[in-house]
């Protein structure tokens, strides 16, 4: 990456009031020691100082918010370079144990300089940086000299302290000439928060069901265009001149890095990676990618693998560390209520309280007749249809039910009148003609 080199020296002579700039690491900007501890005489750190406030942590594994780490994972590789000066390191902790109550840590460096000591500066930066933020409690005698604190915002502040004042000291002490340096990006993670921290221009997102956000800042000199409102973030990412950075670790004695912190998010992906990736894949396809789904090793390879195949002309570096909602952790524990309770038991429970916007079953279905129904002739109806013999009377129909039963006698009266009239109507015609042919009979007879 001499090209970056080189233009970063270009930028900072060209500020108006440019700092001290160094050609060449003197040991006037050593440390002299490697933070060493201010003890008291029976070897207990000083109770001044804040580092003897740290309390053991719970190692609860979930926030206020209902989200939880559940992996993190890194992939490097070569991508457009014939030589890697990317490192990376992810690991899972306990915060029981870590010193900070830290759950997970990444730490990603794109080292500049020379095959060599462009490797050797992201290699340095990375160690460095993963003995501050990996830090057991047993460690705790290590950074109890001129630590800043013990808040996560302030431990990641001291690794970037550490990583840059390493490189600095093994560039003085083999006499490295010009600016070898790295990129440093780190996120570190408790079971309530994360908190991010960048130099240079390798990134940090975070990607939520919702969207994905920036939550770097780059430290080039488009970068510092766009926070002036002079680029937008896709002018500043095509723009040739994005390799300028502006602040790097381990090219002078003191840095100023960008740190965030924010509650963890559930169910979110966060993401740290070199400008391998960035140059050739923008943050609304990192975002497809792991909306697609995958273990956070799985993640991890496919962005890198789609940086490759996207042609970038650097090497390429992903480090990814994921969380889980409430909604997840509460489903393995109803599953195991289900089958110690059997599933007559576990239905039953269901059945009480229906999930939202699901009809609860129908068990039984009450169709009350219409008038259309009630129209029908009786006749029409079927007559394999016969009312058991045990059926019980129908009640009375309280409302009106009298009128209707007294119209139906009435009918009935009148029916059977009718039929009598023309039964006695038949009868006398009958007994008439009967008369008739009698007397006719008689009168010929005489």
């Not at 039964?423 to 042919?437: F, H, M, P, W």
């Amino acid at each position: 990456m001499e090209a970056r080199r080189l233009v970063l020296r270009q930028r900072r002579s060209a500020r108006p009031a440019p700092a001290p700039r160094r050609h060449r690491r003197s040991p006037e900007g050593m440390c002299s020691a490697d933070w060493s501890p201010p003890m008291q005489d029976s070897g207990a750190p000083m109770a001044n100082h804040p580092l003897s406030r740290i309390q053991p942590h719970s190692g609860a594994h979930m926030s206020e918010s209902g989200a939880r780490v559940i992996g993190a994972a890194c992939e490097t590789a070569t991508g457009g370079r014939g030589h890697n000066q990317d490192r990376c390191e992810s690991r899972l902790l306990e915060p029981a144990q870590s010193l900070w109550g830290f759950r997970a840590v990444l730490v990603v460096a794109d080292g500049m300089g020379g095959h060599e000591k462009g490797d050797q500066a992201a290699e340095i930066a990375v160690q460095a940086a993963t003995e501050v933020l990996a830090a057991q409690l047993e460690d705790h005698t290590q950074f109890t000299g001129d630590f800043p604190g013990a808040e996560p915002d302030q431990v990641i502040r001291g690794a970037f302290e550490r990583a840059n004042r390493r490189i600095y000291e093994w560039a003085v002490t083999q006499d490295v000439s010009g600016d070898t340096g790295t990129t440093l990006t780190m996120i570190a993670s408790t079971d309530e928060e994360v908190v991010v921290g960048n130099v240079g221009d390798s990134r940090a997102y975070v990607v939520s069901p919702a969207a994905v956000r920036k939550l770097s800042e780059d430290h080039s000199w488009v970068g510092q265009q766009v926070r002036l409102g002079h680029l937008t973030e896709a002018e500043a990412d095509a723009s040739p001149l994005r390799n300028q950075l502006t602040q790097a670790v381990g090219c002078d004695p003191a840095i100023d890095p960008h740190v965030i912190r924010m509650p963890l998010e559930a169910d979110a992906v966060y993401v740290a990676c070199t400008d391998g990736l960035t140059e050739v894949v923008d943050a609304e396809a990192i975002r497809e990618v792991v909306q697609a789904g995958g273990a956070p090793e799985d993640l991890c390879r496919a962005l890198v693998a789609l940086a490759v195949a996207a042609g970038t002309s650097d090497n390429v570096t992903v480090a990814v560390l994921a969380t889980a909602g409430q909604g997840r952790l509460e489903e393995a524990p109803a599953a195991e209520q289900v089958a110690e309770t059997g599933p007559e038991e576990a239905l039953a429970e269901t059945s009480q309280a229906p999930p939202p916007d699901v009809p609860p079953i129908v068990e039984c279905l009450i169709v009350e007749p219409s008038p259309a129904d009630e129209a029908v002739a009786p006749e029409e109806m079927s007559p394999e249809v016969e009312a058991p013999e045990d059926e019980p009377p129908a009640e009375p129909d309280p409302v009106g039910g009298g009128d209707v039963s007294v119209a139906r006698q009435r009918t009935q009266r009148l029916g059977m009148a009718l039929i009598v009239c023309v039964v006695s109507l038949l009868l006398g015609l009958l007994v008439g003609r009967a008369t008739v042919s009698t007397d006719a009979g008689a009168g010929a007879g005489a």
